[in-house]
């Protein structure tokens, strides 16, 4: 049977000097940490754009958000400072001054309103997402014996109904900020119990606010279905070992936990496994023993694999592949030195690694584990794909 | 203390006559049956954009999937053409005909292929989704009395690990074919024992491909990760139903399942309940009272909420939602007549909703259940977010 094949081009109506316009869906802002700039990756068309957005100021703990309608990401700084850049032209179109020191930002889930957690002067400010004006700031402070002290805030988050999420360290409370709302009230108040929550994440489904506490190890869970229940504090002890009660307990990094079929990984800072805990019950289940101590643990869109990344300079070009079924190590990669942040393309075809020691930005094909793409950058850390857009607490 | 906040705007590079671009991540485009045309809609600016895409041809069954860099967006309709649609300028860029008569399209996990699964010749076609040039055609075909006679091919789907999955109606056969390799090999051939499969679906994970039969209460289901071992036939009755054995049984349209939580969400033809299985064991659990004959269940990002249309005067202009732990109606919203298609924006705030009869696109704010924008469109039916383009199986 003969089939009828055609094709027709637009005619080129673009003018002269002007490059034909390129996806946007499959760019991916690369943190160079040492020179305050970002770079943006194509891992579709597998290469480095040639401009790249500098003079962004300290990136350390930089983050970075984007507009439900892929015109804007947003990059937070520790100086305190949001910057706005357009998503087709690349060019940086706005800034503002939100505190003197951020630590971390979100965009409501209806894309109108970004909030910055804030050091210094500790608290939450809320700026319109279209034209970055000032809309409110929330100071934070707590009461002792009488008298009022500042607090500085992390861990904000973006939590279905359009509400934010975030903890006072020394406060030791979360607030859930409604972000629908005229002047944008704290709803809820819920104290942490356990002394110096440092750093919190949400659940991908954004049902739960977890949130680590400093020398302790346990951690605050919240249910967001049921705040008016306040908080249960889960430990992350394997009970069938015996610990040194002398030794430090460090907090583990809590932007890392994958959350995977019924379980939810947690990569701990300072031993040499992850600890699987029960999605729903959030029981301690039992220990994944892995090569080094485990920093980051990423999930496959599959749900089937949970990659992981280590500390020390013996095991930090490594990623070890975590099976979610057999809850056991099933392979072993190395990537390249100091790996400091990965991400799964969104259909879950391949990972980005970041390799900051060896600088490069290194495509991965989660299939066939094949390294497919390198490219070289300037002290690499964080990876930030504009499909962040479309995910709950990204 | 001082706050420094200062704007700087980028200079207007663009020429006379060009207008600046718009985000194209909130866009959304509606099929418009009756005038075989596609309105696009953004949901973000809650305005339809001034340019329509029209003679696209007969739109019954018509199904869009967007490449992973978001330049293009891929109709396929029943006329065997699919059509390559700019997303930016919105511009029809190529079309290609694949067969006389299609029934579904996919694109692969990596983004650079694209099959259409088709009746009449009955096959499947893959076909590049850079240039739209033909790959590799498959012919279906089965073996009865010694003769080779044709077979129609529906439910195709993207699968992890870069695979494509559907299946023969009068083969009986789903196929999983490999589009990493060369000549995209048919790497299985499992058999579905129950005779005429008619229409497929996969869980959002991307494990479980379910196929639905004529005349049957029961399904197939094909754990994706043990192909080897084959299907598992599922019954979808309530075994504390009384059934009339001579009424005739109708397949649920298989689009439109809901996954969410650990349940499996059913809206069976033809009864006014939707089946909840177990999404692990998919075995029957409970069924959910509904006020008429259900159509589509579908899932909130966050999990919590399925909401469902229903078929009849009665009842077609109303919207159940379910939640996911209660397990049970907690509210009915009217909001046009004859819902055809509804579908939840990326982070859950809001919902799309095509009243067909009606002639209108609604969008319901998904927290406070209120409609916030009406607009109206010429028999709208199916509705494709750009945001599919980062979805397993959409």
Redesign the interface.
């Known amino acids: 049977?003969r089939?009828?094949?055609?094709?027709?081009?637009?005619p080129l109506?673009l003018?002269p000097g002007q490059a034909a316009?390129?996806?946007?869906?499959?760019r991916v802002f690369v943190v160079e940490r040492a020179s305050g700039s970002l770079a943006v990756y194509?891992y579709?068309?597998r290469k480095l754009l040639p401009k790249r957005i500098t003079d962004l100021g300290n990136l350390r703990h930089a983050t970075m958000i984007?507009?439900?309608?892929?015109?804007?990401g947003y990059l937070a700084t520790r100086g305190g400072k949001v910057s706005r850049i357009?998503?087709?032209?690349l060019?940086r179109?706005?800034?503002?001054?939100?505190?003197q020191n951020s630590i971390d930002n979100a965009i409501s889930?209806?894309?109108r309103v970004i909030a910055t957690a804030e050091y210094v002067?500790g608290g939450v400010t809320l700026i319109d997402a279209e034209?970055?004006?000032?809309l409110k700031e929330h100071r934070a402070t707590f009461e002792k014996d009488g008298k009022t002290f500042p607090s500085r805030v992390t861990g904000i988050v973006?939590a279905?109904?359009?509400r934010f999420v975030c903890v006072l360290i020394e406060g030791g409370e979360i607030w859930i900020i409604d972000a629908?709302q005229p002047g944008f009230p704290i709803e809820h108040r819920i104290p942490t119990n356990a002394a110096l929550p440092y750093d919190a994440m949400i659940t991908p489904?954004?049902?739960y606010y977890v949130v680590g506490h400093l020398e302790s190890d346990r951690v605050s869970v919240l249910d967001l279905?049921k705040p008016e229940a306040g908080v249960r504090e889960i430990s992350l002890r394997d009970p069938t070992l015996k610990y040194d009660k002398n030794a430090p307990v460090k907090l583990p990094h809590m932007a890392s936990w994958a959350v995977a079929g019924?379980w939810v990984f947690v990569p701990l800072v300072g031993e040499k496994r992850l600890a699987v805990l029960d999605r729903?019950t959030w029981e301690f289940h039992r220990s994944i023993p892995v090569r080094g101590h485990p920093v980051y643990a990423v999930r496959?869109?599959?749900?089937?694999e949970i990659w992981v990344s280590f500390s020390g300079e013996e095991d930090d070009a490594f990623v070890q592949i975590i099976d979610t079924e057999k809850l056991e190590v099933v392979d072993t990669l190395e990537v390249g030195g100091r790996i400091y942040h990965m991400d799964f393309?969104?259909?879950?075809?391949?990972v980005l690694v970041s390799a900051n020691r060896d600088n490069k930005l290194v495509l991965v094909n989660a299939?066939?584990r094949r390294i497919e793409d390198v490219q070289t950058l300037e002290s690499p850390s964080g990876i930030f794909g504009?499909?962040r857009?479309?995910?709950?607490g990204l």
Chains 1, 2 share one sequence.
């Open positions: 049977m089939r009828l094949v055609w094709i027709f081009l637009l109506l003018g316009s390129e996806g946007i869906g499959s194509d579709q068309a984007f507009s439900p309608d892929l015109r804007y357009d998503l087709q032209s060019e179109t706005g800034e503002i001054f939100t505190s889930q209806d894309g002067p034209d970055l004006h000032l973006d279905p109904g359009n629908s489904d954004g049902r279905t019924k729903s496959s869109p599959t749900e089937r393309t969104p259909r879950g075809s391949h299939a066939t504009v499909w857009a479309f995910r709950i």
